[in-house]
């Protein structure tokens, strides 16, 4: 069974600090890692997609795994009332192709002004 | 992401009713995924179409029956659900490149289903 692990939180976050997401997964055979952001009652959007070991930026954003460690995590900076939501850590299979995403129960993410 | 429409938005339906969810992708994706996001759990997959064929059920129930006409279409039929199976159902597409994994996964809006 494979898992994702997320802290649920809420993460409280003072606004213009960097918030800090973590994600655990247990299928050390994973290759591709996602982050996506949910708005209440909203469907998920795409955040960051990441592949290889080390950092990868993108904006306010960056996504960083460490597979070792079996790893996934997001960085905010400079954060804003508008990133508040709930940011969901997702985690595919090696297979190539078209696989299901196991997904975490996300991080309720709280920009306070 | 209007390139993932679903229809209808919002659903009450009774126990013994039937009835159909609707995802349209205007992507150009050939894979096709339902999900279940019900309160206090992760998104659970429930199926996947790749090339209009299924090929991943991910142990659901018979009273959901998914359907895929062509790789833009994907029906979801329920009919006798329960009370428990309330939950925002949502539709992803995604290229599905045959050997990559790089596959990334658009959301559509979500059917937020009550069963009474």
């Known amino acids: 069974q494979k898992e994702v692990e997320q802290n649920s939180g809420p993460l409280s976050v003072p606004e213009g600090a960097i918030a800090s997401l973590n994600c655990t997964y247990s299928?050390?055979?994973?290759?591709?890692f996602f982050w996506y952001r949910q708005y209440s009652g909203k469907s998920p959007e795409l955040i960051m997609s990441i592949y290889s070991n080390g950092d990868k930026e993108d904006g306010r954003f960056t996504a960083q795994l460490n597979k070792a460690s079996q790893y996934v995590s997001l960085l905010i900076r400079d954060s804003q009332p508008s990133d508040s939501a709930t940011y969901l850590c997702?985690?595919?299979?090696?297979?190539?192709?078209?696989?299901?995403?196991?997904f975490g129960k996300g991080t309720h993410l709280i920009i306070q002004p | 992401e209007t390139g993932v429409t679903q229809t209808p938005r919002h659903l009450v339906m009774g126990m013994t009713n039937k009835k159909s969810l609707k995802c349209e992708q205007h992507?150009?994706?050939?894979?096709m995924y339902w999900y279940k996001q019900s309160a206090k759990k992760p998104l659970e997959l429930m199926f996947v179409y790749n090339f209009k064929e299924q090929t991943e059920n991910n142990s659901v129930p018979s009273r959901f029956s998914p359907e895929c006409p062509n790789s833009s279409h994907l029906f979801l039929h329920l009919h006798t659900l329960q009370p428990e199976d309330s939950a925002l159902y949502l539709c992803?597409?995604?290229?599905?490149?045959?050997?990559?994994?790089?596959?990334?996964?658009?959301f559509g809006p979500g059917t937020r289903l009550t069963v009474l």
């Open positions: 992803a597409s995604s290229r599905a490149i045959a050997g990559a994994s790089t596959d990334t996964q658009y």
């Open positions: 992507l150009g994706h050939n894979a």
């Open positions: 997702a985690v595919n299979d090696p297979g190539g192709g078209a696989d299901g995403l196991t």
């Open positions: 299928d050390r055979g994973s290759q591709s």
